[in-house]
């Protein structure tokens, strides 16, 4: 599966914005998905997680505030950004990996077997 990250940008605080993934290829159903962000001197960290049975896991730092979903019929994945902080600041991948679990979700970058090319997210303060 190849993927596609978008929707990135430049953004004051407090504001929002809506991340999308575009899979090609077959059966994205069966796919668990991810979203990871990495700044600056930091290492890559799990922002968000959704099984393919649509169970979803949001880091504590974004919980209340970032919500991930998909839908299977666009072969898309979503991350819903609202009141945005500058310490979101960071480039934001999505991954994938193949999963014959309902619920599974893989915490560890090491766990996804497919990543896009990453969407830059810049707030200011």
């Known amino acids: 599966v190849q993927l596609q990250a978008s929707g990135g940008g430049l953004v004051q605080a407090g504001g929002s914005l809506r991340l999308s993934c575009a899979a090609s290829?077959?059966?994205?159903?069966?796919?668990?998905m991810a979203w990871f962000r990495q700044a600056p001197g930091k290492e890559r960290e799990l922002v968000a997680g959704?099984?393919?049975?649509?169970?979803?896991y949001h880091a504590d730092s974004v919980k209340g505030r970032f919500t991930i979903s998909r839908d299977n019929a666009k072969n898309t994945m979503y991350l819903q950004m609202n009141n945005l902080k500058p310490e979101d600041t960071a480039v934001y991948y999505c991954a994938a990996r193949p999963s014959t679990s309902y619920y599974s979700i893989s915490y560890s970058p090491g766990g996804y077997q497919y990543w896009g090319q990453g969407t830059l997210v810049t707030v200011s303060s």
């Open positions: 959704i099984s393919t049975g649509s169970t979803t």
């Open positions: 290829g077959r059966a994205f159903s069966s796919y668990a």
